[in-house]
T-cell receptor, first 112, second 112 residues
């Protein structure tokens, strides 16, 4: 079946603008994760959704970052007033609870 | 060998050799460990996992070894192929959590 998809694949934005990144998880997966990956680095956890529970936002780096998951499916990561240090690849993953995560291809964000 | 800054630790091998990629984890309470492979421009892909009640687990051409005494994890790839060239990440999860902590990654380069 279809894997995790993310859009856009690439996004270039000017410093100070807001951006929205979208993730479509695998159907039926109750858990959804957002990560950030900077060049040559590992994955930095941002936020975790599980079913109807309150999301774990402990990884969000500042209040400019927010995410929502509508209807337990599609998720949107929003970054307000983007800064150059926000440039990175943003990865989404979904899973059944406690099971392996399936990652999307990522969105490469460049803030100029 | 390992280098600093933006450069990942790199392992270069010849096609057909066996590869060993190492990972030191930080949390003695971690009880679930996962290896991921990330090819250029793609999201990480699950390779193999191991729980803390085991010290070895084998898959197809891959073996994961866990040494809890020294908090060390390794991934062995037998008969390495050019298609194995990628960045490999280990991840650890502590009991009761569903959020993995990722290592920095090792770049594997397989020369034909």
């Amino acid at each position: 079946g279809a894997g995790v998809s993310q859009s856009p694949s690439n996004k270039v934005t000017e410093k100070g603008k807001d951006v929205e990144l979208r993730c479509d998880p695998i159907s039926g997966h109750t858990a959804l994760y957002w990560y950030r990956q900077s060049l040559g680095q590992g994955l930095e956890f941002l936020i975790y959704f599980q079913g109807n529970s309150a999301p774990d936002k402990s990884g969000l780096p500042s209040d400019r970052f927010s995410a929502e998951r509508t209807g337990g499916s599609v998720s949107t990561l929003t970054i307000q007033r983007t800064q150059q240090e926000d440039s990175a690849v943003y990865l989404c993953a979904s899973s059944l609870i406690g099971d392996e995560q399936y990652f999307g291809p990522g969105t490469r964000l460049t803030v100029t | 060998g390992e280098s600093v800054g933006l450069h990942l630790p790199t392992l270069s091998v010849q096609e057909g050799d066996n590869s060993i990629i190492n990972c030191a984890y930080s949390n003695s309470a971690s009880d679930y460990f996962i290896w991921y492979k990330q090819e250029s421009g793609k999201g990480p892909q699950f390779i193999i996992d191991i729980r803390s009640n085991m010290d070895k687990r084998q898959g197809q051409r891959v073996t994961v070894l866990l040494n809890k005494t020294v908090k060390h994890l390794s991934l062995q790839i037998a008969a390495t192929q050019p298609g194995d060239s990628a960045v490999y990440f280990c991840a650890e999860i502590s009991g009761g959590s569903y959020i993995p902590t990722f290592g920095r990654g090792t770049s594997l380069i397989v020369h034909p």
